[in-house]
């Protein structure tokens, strides 16, 4: 069994490059090989490529502030436009997976229909394969994305545990028991069912680290350049157990100081990134005493 995982590309004014790293992705990636489950996984927003849109209609308020040729310092953005992969690119990766399952990342509802244009086209490439969304716009309109004629499942809350016991009910044909699973919608009969909450896993120290080997470190960069402390590819960890600036239950879970350690040195010779702990203050480099 193989599941494909993506992170969609992003159409907006401008796209943060620094918070491009699919870290979600990758911890699921790691938790599901512990399932023996293979897994790929395709960044769309892994390019420098970008393309020029029409501004859409709901934001056409918006087009005498970003005027393109601005050239002033205190210019605000001038263009809207496609960040990553185009759409059809994205099918033929999609095609070229043979995956046997898609899993779609949903983290932020200004991009959702990003999202379920992915979900979209990889029913085009095969409709029998299940196509699994999660994130956080998904925990905010589960029953919205659900009743998307492209998604089969939602998941909800933290995944590492509840994606690869999907997965794997899915690979043994154990099609009953998915009711059972803490976090999944699913529909019956064209039916939503749509869980009352997902998965919060109490103990992260005992999740695998990330699969880091599934993307290429060097496409993650910063105005062209790597983004890095002391020599280490930043990586910004967003918040914390009973953050005044995180107040959804999606955070309420907190990163020991043996996770955030452990997390840039372990397995690895040299670490593939730093963890920049926002909402601590803080940053934590590979050689940190």
């Not at 790929?40 to 970003?66: G, N, S, W």
């Not at 990003?114 to 394969?129: N, S, W």
């Not at 020599?231 to 239950?249: E, H, I, R, Y």
């Not at 907190?254 to 940053?283: C, E, G, H, Y």
């Amino acid at each position: 069994m193989k599941i494909l995982l993506i992170q969609p590309p992003v159409e907006d004014f401008y796209q943060t490059s620094l918070r491009t790293l699919p870290v979600g992705l990758l911890y699921l990636a790691a938790a599901l090989r512990c399932a023996s489950i293979d897994v790929e996984i395709l960044d769309c927003q892994a390019t420098m490529h970008t393309h020029v849109m029409q501004v859409p209609p709901e934001f056409a308020y918006l087009k005498r502030y970003y005027q393109p040729g601005n050239l002033s310092p205190f210019k605000l953005f001038s263009h809207y436009r496609h960040y990553g992969l185009l759409w059809e690119e994205i099918r033929e990766r999609i095609r070229q997976a043979h995956a046997d399952v898609i899993g779609i990342s949903a983290l932020f509802t200004p991009f959702y229909r990003e999202a379920l244009h992915v979900a979209a086209l990889a029913k085009a490439v095969d409709p029998t394969r299940p196509v699994i969304m999660g994130g956080a716009h998904v925990n905010a309109c589960p029953a919205q994305v659900l009743a998307d004629p492209h998604v089969d499942f939602v998941v909800l809350g933290e995944g590492e545990r509840t994606l690869p016991e999907l997965v794997s009910a899915l690979r043994d044909n154990r099609h009953a028991a998915i009711s059972g699973i803490c976090g999944v919608g699913y529909k019956i009969s064209g039916k939503l069912v749509v869980p009352e909450h997902g998965d919060l896993i109490e103990d992260i120290d005992a999740l695998p680290l990330p699969a880091r080997d599934l993307i290429d470190p060097t496409r993650y960069t910063l105005g062209g350049k790597r983004v890095t402390a002391n020599s280490a590819p930043v990586l910004s960890v967003a918040s914390s157990m009973k953050c005044d600036c995180a107040g959804s239950t999606l955070a309420q879970k907190s990163l020991t100081l043996k996770t955030i350690i452990l997390a840039s040195t372990r397995s690895v010779p040299q670490p593939f990134w730093v963890p920049s702990v926002r909402s601590l203050a803080m940053l934590v480099s590979s050689s940190w005493p």
